[in-house]
């Protein structure tokens, strides 16, 4: 269920989302799937520090003081009835990290990563773009992975689907054009709930952040920020991307 808060009393209104023509996409809503941690709670931190509206969803309430409707991708779509009639932005970042060497990865390893990953993503979009056509400049971003650019080992499930999600990316750019924005972050290891595992001890830790030429892993906050930017404004020329944030890891 969305529940209104002072800050967004107007998204459950009447005239839910609707900011003057004039602004744009700076008034109308950004809903956020998959914001209780990790990048999505820290993008929805600082799209509130920003003053944009927003909108969470997701299996848990982020608590921020936003509407919130719970719904689970993986057996539902977002159920549209509760979203206000425009949306000036769209994050999707529910995803997985499943490392398994190929001998133990199976057909199900792939489904289940394609599920979260790719049609979740698919389906959220195909829901929500009419809401999104309404706002001129509106922006979706979607998630990949630095191990869709670079091989890397036991990352067969994981840079599978990803892989997909770049091209998603790449065909939505090309559909929603001119009215609606396109783009994907690529991230590297990044420290949040998901990558826990990767970076359970200092040595872990050590080891991740000597690969990378910035010589540290990333934090939410790093990938956020170009989050909140691609659902900006000063993003308007920019579609179809798929974005590196690695620490340079990609390209050097
Ligand atoms: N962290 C990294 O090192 C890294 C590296 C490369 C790429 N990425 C990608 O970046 C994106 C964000 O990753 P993250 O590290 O921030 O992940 P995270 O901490 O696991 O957060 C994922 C968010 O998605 C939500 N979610 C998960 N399953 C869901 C479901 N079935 N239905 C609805 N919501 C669901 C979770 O909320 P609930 O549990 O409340 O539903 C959570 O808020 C992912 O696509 C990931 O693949 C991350």
């Given at each position: 269920m969305v529940r209104s808060s002072?800050?967004?009393?107007?998204?459950?209104?009447?005239?839910?989302?609707?900011?003057p023509r004039c602004c744009g996409i700076v008034n109308a809503p950004i809903l956020l799937i998959g914001?209780?941690?990790?990048i999505g709670l820290a993008t929805a931190k600082l799209l509130q520090q920003e003053g944009r509206a927003i909108i969470t969803a997701g299996r848990r309430d982020p608590g921020l003081g936003a509407p919130h409707i719970t719904f689970d991708v993986l057996t539902s779509t977002i159920p549209t009835d509760q979203l206000p009639t425009e949306l000036g932005g769209l994050a999707y970042f529910p995803g997985s990290i499943d490392l398994k060497p190929l001998r133990s990865t199976k057909a199900d390893d792939l489904r289940a990563a394609f599920e979260l990953n790719v049609l979740g993503a698919f389906t959220t979009v195909q829901a929500c773009a009419d809401r999104l056509k309404k706002v001129p400049g509106s922006g979706i971003v979607l998630f990949s992975t630095v191990a869709v650019g670079r091989g890397m080992a036991f990352h067969s499930s994981v840079a599978a689907a990803k892989g997909a999600v770049e091209g998603l990316t790449r065909s939505l750019a090309a559909e929603l054009a001119p009215t609606v924005r396109v783009n994907c972050i690529a991230p590297s290891l990044t420290r949040t709930p998901l990558a826990e595992k990767l970076l359970s001890s200092p040595e872990r830790e050590a080891a991740s952040a000597e690969r990378h030429p910035l010589k540290r892993v990333g934090e939410a906050d790093d990938i956020a920020a170009m989050a909140a930017f691609l659902l900006g404004e000063r993003a308007r020329w920019i579609t179809g991307q798929v974005i590196g944030v690695d620490g340079g890891m990609s390209a050097i």
């Open positions: 002072p800050q967004n009393a107007h998204i459950g209104s009447a005239e839910q989302g609707r900011g914001a209780s941690s990790g």
